[in-house]
């Protein structure tokens, strides 16, 4: 069975190697090495040269011996920031926490080493199991950047488990949604602001009356937001140039070009009432997906979870993952919990319990036969 204290060991050996988005380096090298040990040959494929990084993502594939469909279990190397000098500190309820001045690095350590430990399992019992697949991607922070070049020529499997969700053990997610980002940039005319600032074209002006004019927040199946302003040089000169930045969300990735579509009108609308030039750039980041929950890689899920007393519930979710990149290729999949919490805040945090649970349900799926 998972042994724990090997798995917190691990859990612990992980988050203290700085591995931010596009500086992976470190952390794949010790995957790789912790494979390695277990005799499971990992290949790291050119992703980091493709964006920017210093790491590829790692793939391994580990023919356990049964005449079964391969299934493959994925997560991510890459934390966000406040990340440099991450500790794991356990704490004597069994709460696993950072020192408070830096994320913990749950997401996504806890997939990876629930995925390592199963395997770790697996092979010194010396059992026969169905052919895995494990992919640890690098960049998944950066709207899932290491997944879009994943090794998919290499890859055999067509379901797979992301190990990437917060919550409890025995929640995982089918459904997320498209995710577009957009940035814009308004030039007007500089002037001084006390001596003629009829001659000037405010820009942070124009951009304060566009974002009013924006519908922020959740509704008619959409979810907008303005997330950053920049712009002006000092309180006695009309602001010449502004930047601003935001993104749509929804389920329908139709429904989220059409609200993108909206806010551009908008957008042109004001800047030619100001008279500012203007420009504006989006980027679909990932694509809606939902997968039937009655697919069969649904369906094993939640016969494990019920086979190990857990009660399984499948959920949808508006965050993005490496899923969102693996369904278009064909890998049905599920983004299912570690038992991380409040992530993306210094104040996140794990289980013992919720971790080793983790492992055991990773290891579960591995052995399945249906």
């Known amino acids: 069975m998972v042994n724990q204290k090997r798995l917190i060991d691990l859990f612990k050996e992980l988050v203290a190697i700085d ?12 995957l790789k090495a912790k494979l390695n040990e277990l005799g499971i040959e990992a290949y790291e494929d050119n992703t980091g040269k493709l964006i920017g990084g210093n790491s590829g993502n790692l793939y391994a594939y580990i ?10 279990f994925s997560s991510h190397m890459d934390t966000v920031e406040p990340s440099h000098g991450k500790t794991a500190i356990v704490h004597e309820d069994g709460r696993i926490t950072s020192d408070g001045t830096t994320v913990l690095g749950s997401d996504d350590l806890a997939g990876v080493c629930a995925i390592i430990e199963a395997l770790r399992v697996l092979k ?4 026969k199991f169905r052919p895995v697949e494990v992919v640890f991607t690098v960049s998944e922070e950066t709207h899932c950047m290491g997944a879009s070049h994943a090794p998919f020529d290499k890859i055999k499997s067509k379901e797979c488990y992301v190990f990437d969700l917060s919550g409890d053990i025995g929640e995982a997610s ?5 995710i577009i980002t957009y940035t814009v940039s308004l030039h007007g005319k500089a002037a001084h602001a006390a001596f003629k600032p009829e001659s000037g074209v405010h820009a942070l002006k124009c951009a304060a009356e566009i974002i ?11 979810t907008v937001n303005i997330g950053t302003i920049n712009g002006g040089t000092a309180t006695n000169v009309v602001a010449e140039h502004t930047t601003f930045t935001g993104e749509v969300r929804s389920f329908d990735n139709a429904l989220a070009q059409a609200k993108l579509n909206e806010i551009t009108d908008i957008i042109n609308t004001v800047a030619k009432e100001y008279g500012a030039e203007v420009k504006i750039e989006s980027e679909t980041c990932v694509k809606a997906y939902d997968v039937d929950e009655n697919h069969p890689v649904a369906i094993r899920f939640k016969n494990t979870c019920e086979k190990m007393g857990i009660t399984p519930s499948i959920v949808e979710t508006y965050g993005g993952s490496d899923n969102n990149q693996y369904v278009p290729m064909g890998i049905n999949g599920l983004v299912v919990s570690t038992g991380m919490n409040n992530c993306h805040s210094c104040d996140e945090y794990t289980t013992v319990d919720q971790l080793t649970n983790a492992a055991k349900l990773a290891l579960a799926l591995m052995r399945s036969e249906d």
């Open 19 to 30: 591995s931010p988005s596009l500086g992976e380096r470190q952390m794949c090298d010790r």
């Open 63 to 72: 023919d356990g011996g049964k005449d079964l469909e391969p299934i493959m």
């Open 124 to 127: 010194e019992n010396g059992e």
């Open 174 to 178: 089918n459904k997320a949604p498209t």
């Open 212 to 222: 009013t004019k924006i519908r922020c927040g959740k509704y008619d199946g959409v």
